[in-house]
């Protein structure tokens, strides 16, 4: 996804550089938008190679606080690109309960794997619109959001801190 996943797909495209890539670009919806009953979540743009069945996708993505934003990419891949969802990877480095609840809520959750205090938890999801497999990879789940939607303990703005741009004047 656009904006903070850029810095892993940077790392990504490191490793393996032959591997197309793509943007996925998610936009608010307008209080005109909000009232619409077509279940989508936002806007979605989408600059993305042609994907065949044999490949692999991945969704990368710094922090996933709420969900939102996931669930309206997964919706797009799966129902407007048709791309298979056991084929999706949505990678992230840290999620929120609230992600589970929000927006997971729908699907039916299942751990496959759990190594939570060593780096990586992965849990396949069933999506009652996908009627098959995402698998989300998560290296950090905290325990709530705040009244700003931001996960806490979290990471701050991984944003700020990688680019080391501050956005207090005062700041070092």
Wanted: charged residues 20%.
């Amino acid at each position: 996804m656009e904006d903070k996943g850029m810095v892993l797909l940077r790392a990504f495209s490191t490793i393996s550089p032959t591997s197309p890539t793509g943007v996925v670009s998610i936009h608010a919806r307008t209080s005109d938008d909000k009232n619409r009953d077509d279940g989508m979540w936002a806007s979605i743009h989408a600059q993305l190679p042609p994907v065949s069945s044999r490949q692999a996708v991945l969704l990368l993505d710094i922090q996933c606080a709420t969900g939102n934003d996931a669930c309206a990419v997964l919706h797009h891949l799966v129902h407007e690109m048709q791309i298979s969802a056991k084929s999706i990877y949505f990678v992230t480095v840290i999620s929120s309960f609230e992600v589970f609840k929000l927006c997971f809520g729908t699907f039916q959750v299942s751990p496959e794997l759990c190594l939570y205090c060593a780096t990586k938890l992965v849990l396949g999801l069933k999506h009652h619109l996908f009627r098959t497999d995402v698998t989300l990879i998560v290296a950090q789940v905290d325990t709530e959001l705040d009244a700003d939607q931001r996960i806490r303990p979290g990471i701050g703005d991984f944003m700020q801190r990688f680019w080391n741009v501050h956005s207090d004047p005062s700041a070092p």
